[in-house]
């Protein structure tokens, strides 16, 4: 499946943003998606998962409460609402598909990627 994201931006503390990641290929309500990003000199970290079943979704601690992971099978598409955004917050956010439930929070478990959109929160 191959991935596209959009919807990253520059935002002021306290600002909202709502990514999207479109696939193309077959088979997208099978994927278990997720979001990842990374900051400038950091790792790629977990950010939120969702599976092809209703409720199956997770976070990472620092953005549970504030982002809303949901998808659309029917458009083929994955949504990020981030909502309450920090600084903390600034990265590249990457969407991705084809992880491990068990694995589900690590990034080499995913196989396929989309190119990355930026996330720029101002204090």
């Known amino acids: 499946v191959q991935l596209q994201a959009s919807g990253g931006g520059l935002v002021q503390d306290g600002g909202s943003l709502r990514l999207s990641c479109t696939a193309s290929?077959?088979?997208?309500?099978?994927?278990?998606m997720a979001w990842f990003r990374q900051a400038p000199g950091k790792e790629r970290q977990f950010v939120a998962s969702i599976g092809w079943a209703p409720g199956t979704t997770e976070y990472a601690d620092s953005v549970k409460g504030r982002f809303t992971i949901s998808r659309d099978n029917a458009k083929a598409t994955m949504y990020l609402q981030m909502n309450n955004l920090k600084s903390g917050d600034t990265a590249v956010h990457y969407c991705a598909a084809g992880g491990s439930f068990f694995r589900r929070r690590e990034d080499t478990a995913f196989s396929s990627w989309g190119q990355g959109t930026q996330v720029t929160v101002s204090s």
């Open positions: 290929g077959r088979n997208f309500n099978t994927y278990l």
